[in-house]
């Protein structure tokens, strides 16, 4: 899943189509948490994931599912962590099988991609930039988004097994998740602000 047609047209043009099926939100999905039922199944990015399921409520069978993993790509930055637990919110409210089935994964985007010499560095997080040496011969680029990365970069990023990071997204305590979510998606800013960043 993914938020930005940019992103999206770089993913789809780099993937193996035998392997990977892109889905692009035109926009941030409802707020799950916050809306009833009648408003949510109205929402555009809502109704184009229960397609790509197959299913919503009863109608949805998890050993039917066409993908072995869902995973989450959004921009690493407040945006796009929002996007993520917009997502995680949805899923958890109405998909909960394919998180407890081990299916739902978060794929980590960096936020500076280094180049010194032949080798490429991924750096994914401020404070990651701030420990890691640079020199002057790096070429250092600051990436705003997930459109900014150059698609010579996707496959390593996005789709190779191997190079690529995955979180997978964990519910061993359903009470905890929820409490998280409602925290988190809230209306409360103090309350996301102290989830979110401590």
Known sequence: MENMDSASGT???TRDPKKHAIMSLRGK???VMKHDMTKVLKNQEIQDMIIAFGGFGDDFKPSKLAYDKVIIASDSD????????LLLGFLFQFYPQLIEGGKVYIVQTPLYIIKRGTKIH??????????????????ISRLKGLGEIDKSFMPNLMFNETTRVLNQVEMKDKDT??????QILGDDPMDRKEILFG
């Not at 407040?78 to 637990?85: R, S």
């Not at 991924?122 to 930039?129: A, C, G, R, T």
């Open 177 to 182: 998740v929820l409490t998280t979510l409602e």
């Open 11 to 13: 993913l789809i043009q």
């Open 122 to 139: 991924y750096i994914f997080s401020e404070s990651e930039m701030k420990d890691f040496e640079t020199r002057k011969s790096d070429i």
């Open 78 to 85: 407040a945006d796009g962590n929002h996007i993520q637990n």
């Open 29 to 31: 999905p409802i707020n």
